[in-house]
């Protein structure tokens, strides 16, 4: 029993320096970040980027592809209000992306609500995203790859983080992709480990955007480590919480929150990041 809670313990501990060293690279090497996203997150996630010391770009148009992304460190592209002139962008963007060997997130924001966006999505992930993030309903959705409209409310999930666990496996089998699930708990996978960060608190639900932003942000720390994409997304899925949690504490309600999650994000230092991140594995 002892040992047991000791190796727990040093696991706790080898997470909070991996995060925290994973956050000290964004601030140092101020990856220039691209997002081809939609027009309700456009402002929070460039905030949450630059609060991480990362450097955002909104570049979306497809004659500015050829020129731009490549000078990029990470894309991310995420189709929540997805109409039929953008997607060619966010293909091509995507598939020089992976040409160049550059990391890149899609965020399948909605994926369930039509065949439009399933479809366009199935043809995103062909080009290898290094990470797929979304709520359960839309991992749920996207890994039965159809275009069934029960599995979600909207852009919102209908279930709990945990229930989508087999669902992100066989995702990441298929893709090859590591796939993260934000919730309650949040799960990132590769298709075998499987690993949960339980930090952040219920009401950042409430704030449009918070899942677009912290896609964003595991696009920032896959840019320092490409080569250990899970380690860099449930790293940035725990500081997001953490910033969140202690963000709750100066807050009254969404809109206060929305305020003090940036401003505790770009206020962690290594003490908190050490004392508050609380990664496992749920292998
Ligand atoms: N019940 C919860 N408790 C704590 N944090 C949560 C909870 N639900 C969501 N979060 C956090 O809120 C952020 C957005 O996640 P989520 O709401 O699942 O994404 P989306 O906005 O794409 O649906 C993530 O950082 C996630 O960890
Ligand atoms: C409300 C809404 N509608 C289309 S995109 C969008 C934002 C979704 O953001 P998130 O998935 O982070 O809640
Ligand atoms: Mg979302």
Redesign the pocket.
Known sequence: MESTASQAAATTTDWGEKAWKLLASVRRESPLVQCITNYVSMDLMANTLLAAGASPAMLHSIDEIPDFTPCAHSLCVNI?TLSPSWLPAMKAAAALSSKLGKPWVL?P?AVGASSFRMKACLELVDFKPTVIR??AS?IIALSRASASTDSAKG?DSIHDSLDAIEAAKLLAQTSGSIVAVSGATDIVTDGKQVVGAHNGVAMMQTITAT??SVSALITAFVAVDKLHALDAAISALSIFGVAGELGMKMAKGPASLRMHLIDSLYGLDEAAVLSHVKITSLS
């Open positions: 929540g965020d924001v979304g709520n839309e852009v899942g677009c």
